[in-house]
């Protein structure tokens, strides 16, 4: 049954050291404040999966976090690179990691072959591309049918997902308006999901019903963070901060400035500043 948690319990109670984990978001609803939650805990040996990984993977790299990355873009968004990704792949700081890159089809793939339960996805990608030369988790299969050959990669099942979203209803289901990226297979395919909101409704009498619904079944726990997935942008509650993701590629530049930067805004603070950062975006929303 779904808990209704402060994030530090809520995250306490789903991640730890060595697990695989998603933290899930397609430009839009990055699960920013439950990732800051989970540096300050202090967890270790994860591998971190996601489709898009930007600033909170570069902040959990640098910070030591990881052992392994899997991914299928690295970058922060309009900017550049991510340089805390790109010291620990090139010069081992604070230490190495293992890189697993693929494609988007890939990844989304993997997902929905783990939300379904199966072993690999099969699809027809990575013709032409040079992924395969160094992933040796991308194979190729032929159809028994027609006898096309085919990619293949393992599905993705973490052992818990983390995703934000703009409502959970009274019960613990969730509603996600917007850019959906790949988040309802990301919660579907893990053991267990953590879900931060910007708020809790009675119902979702109002809404439409086709808009993306995760029943509380497939959800361990939900935390009522406003503002949590800040630089990003939550549909229909505050825009994207660029500001953010412009400076971010000064602090993270420097490693001592990186190191300072983290102890001010994460570790020093906690969930409840994200509806204060916030608050200037609103308006513009």
Known sequence: MVKFLPLK??????????DTVAFEGFTHLIPTAAAHEAIRQGFRDLTLIRMTPDLIYD???????AKKIVFSYVGNPGVGLLRRVRDAIENGLPHSIEVEEHSHAGMANAYEAGAAGLPC????????????????????VTCPFTGEVLAAVPSIRPDVTFIHAQKADRKGNVLVE????????????ASRAVVTVEEVV????????????????????????????????AHGYYMRDNAAYLEWDEIAADREKFQ???QANVIEKSADDFA???????KAA
């Open 9 to 18: 319990q809520a995250v306490a109670e789903n991640l730890n050291n060595g």
């Open 59 to 65: 902040q959990m790299i640098g910070m030591g976090m």
């Open 121 to 140: 996805a099969v699809f027809r990608g990575y013709r032409g591309a040079g992924l395969a030369d160094v992933n040796p988790n991308i194979k190729s």
């Open 178 to 189: 917007g850019i959906i990226g790949i988040q309802k297979e990301a919660v579907l395919a």
């Open 202 to 233: 009675d119902n979702f009498d109002d809404l439409h019903p086709n808009l993306t619904v995760l029943p509380r079944w497939t959800i361990a726990a939900i935390s009522v963070v406003p503002g949590g997935s800040h630089p990003s942008y």
């Open 260 to 262: 300072a930067w983290m």
């Open 276 to 282: 204060a950062r916030v608050e200037h975006l609103r």
